[in-house]
């Protein structure tokens, strides 16, 4: 298994958006078992933005599916996502 960022930035005036399928984010989030550590990216009012998660997954195809199969992603509310292969090198969940 292999580490990925998935760096999500939310469509400008999405928020209603992403709290419409938010409740389905966090039980695919919960149901796949593949979120290492996430949260969502905030703007200097503290809104959401976009999202931050390290994905577990067996290479770069499986963290696209699971990027793809994200409610989130299944509402539009993404405006652009970037997926990067990642190394812990320190910090809390360093091998």
């Known amino acids: 298994m292999a580490l990925f960022i998935l760096s999500c930035r939310d469509k400008p005036g999405a928020l209603?958006?992403?709290m419409a399928a938010r409740s389905a984010h966090l039980a695919y989030v919960a149901e796949t078992?593949?979120?290492?550590?996430g949260g969502p990216y905030?703007?200097?009012?503290?809104e959401p933005i976009g999202s931050m998660l390290v994905v577990e997954a067996d290479d770069l195809a499986g963290a696209e599916a699971f990027a793809a199969a994200d409610p989130y992603a299944q509402a539009g509310l993404f405006a652009e996502v970037t997926i990067t292969?990642?190394?812990?090198?320190?910090g809390g969940f360093a091998g």
């Open 16 to 18: 209603a958006v992403r």
């Open 33 to 37: 078992g593949s979120v290492r550590l």
């Open 42 to 46: 905030l703007n200097a009012t503290g």
């Open 85 to 90: 292969p990642w190394r812990v090198t320190v």
